[in-house]
């Protein structure tokens, strides 16, 4: 009887801890470049990220639990990202990841992701041509930031364009888009030139630039090979009320890196800036400046990372549950008032309703919003210039050709 006993005692105890909701931690993993050449810009995710995870734990946390972020550094490197996320997933038991600035790494990661069913939400701007069941796209999808800014620009800047990027996979991409749709509004493309990843040598694109004499310069350099570039452009009289930049991934964030004089005037599309004047984004800017100092400036990425984190605990009060199984069909659909206005989880894409900004750098390295789409726009991950067979086979072809990787290894003589 005593042994019996025992034993029913036994089983419901261990119901009893089953069925009772957990008071452990719910873990977020956060994946971003903390050191190399992409620190510049992703090291400001992280707070982004960080500080609405603190929100959420000063409401009183999710589903009774706190959240605590598990921070993990990519290091600007494809493969230190999949590590990562590899060691994130089986080892720190993360119930979401969040991450992820450049193509390369996220095209790395996504194979570890899948191969373990997680989720990742990825904020940030990209070239599209790709949807994942165990992903969700926060930042802006092609037709919500490149082609916007393409229309944009051959209204009110010229009609001769260079194209200009880091060499791996998202400037290859957008250039690729780029180069079906600026014939199709009359314009004409006059080169093309890419910068080593990380690299601060950038004499081959500046002498291009300068040989073929474009209206407009359309820069998809990223990180800290910025510093050079603009630097160069100036030193070259290359200035912008001759021949402007619009940049696809510089905000207000790399402008406090970069050298200021070479940036008044120049452009920047984004989906959200720092000056944009709604109720949400200015309590947005002061807790961020409460948080992280006065000093201190917000961007698209900042927000993004932001609100992503807000959209995935949405989905778990909805789920009731941080099981996987649960939030990822509770995430499409999802909705929240961002700082930038009103974002939706599009449910067909894993996309995100975004709005459309282009910017004008001041002196003091604000940006001023110059035409904005004013209501969101559907993703289309998939530009309609060409079938997807086509974009497949496209990327395929880059991945192969730099030797199964998505960037090049190869730095041009």
Not at 54 to 68: C, F, M, S, T, Y
Not at 212 to 231: C, H, M, Q, R, W
Not at 285 to 312: H, K, P, Q
Not at 356 to 377: C, E, H, L, N, Y
Request: aromatic fraction near 10%; charge should be neutral.
């Amino acid at each position: 009887m005593i042994l019996i006993a025992g034993a029913v005692l036994a089983v419901a105890v261990a119901a009893y801890v089953w069925l009772r909701p957990s008071s452990s931690p719910i873990r977020v993993g956060i994946l971003h470049s903390r050191t190399g050449p992409m620190a510049i810009s992703e090291n400001s995710m992280v707070d982004g990220e960080l500080l609405a995870i603190e929100q959420i734990n000063a409401a009183g946390g999710l589903l009774g639990r706190k959240l605590v972020a598990v921070i993990a550094d990519g290091a600007s490197n494809p493969p230190t990202f999949a590590r990562e996320a590899e060691r994130l997933i089986t080892q720190e038991k993360v119930d979401i990841l969040v991450g992820c600035w450049t193509s390369a790494c996220r095209k790395t990661v996504k194979p570890v992701i899948e191969k373990h069913n997680h989720l990742l939400v990825y904020p940030m701007a990209y070239e599209g041509l790709e949807q994942s069941p165990n992903i969700i796209y926060t930042g802006a999808a092609p037709n919500q930031q490149i082609i916007p800014a393409l229309k944009w620009s051959f209204d009110n800047l010229g009609t001769k364009f260079f194209l200009v990027g880091s060499d791996y996979v998202w400037p290859h991409s957008i250039n690729a888009i780029i180069s079906d749709v600026l014939p199709a509004l009359g314009a004409t493309i006059v080169g093309e030139d890419y910068v080593f990843f990380g690299s601060s040598d950038v004499t081959h694109a500046i002498e291009a630039i300068k040989a073929t004499k474009p209206d407009v310069i359309l820069s998809s350099v990223v990180g800290e090979s910025n510093i050079a570039f603009y630097k160069a452009l100036q030193e070259a009289g290359l200035t912008p009320d001759k021949m402007p930049v619009v940049s696809f991934s510089i905000g207000e964030e790399e402008v406090r890196a970069l050298p200021k004089a070479s940036l008044v005037g120049q452009y920047s599309a984004w989906n959200y800036f720092q000056s944009m004047r709604t109720p949400e984004n200015d309590a947005f800017v002061a807790a961020f400046r409460a948080r992280y100092g006065a000093n201190r400036v917000t961007s698209d990425v900042i927000e993004t990372s932001y609100f992503s984190v807000m959209l995935w605990s949405k989905a778990v009060i909805e789920a009731g549950s941080t099981q996987l199984s649960k939030v990822r069909p509770a995430m499409l659909g999802q909705s929240f008032s961002a700082p930038e206005g009103v974002v939706s989880i599009d449910a067909a894409t894993r996309h995100t309703w975004r709005s459309f900004a282009m910017g004008k750098i001041r002196a003091d390295g604000q940006i001023d919003v110059v035409w904005t789409s004013a209501k969101p726009i559907r993703p289309l991950p998939y530009p309609l210039t060409r079938g997807r067979r086509a974009w497949d086979t496209f990327l395929n072809d880059l991945y192969t050709r730099w030797g199964n990787a998505w960037a090049n290894p190869v730095k041009a003589n």
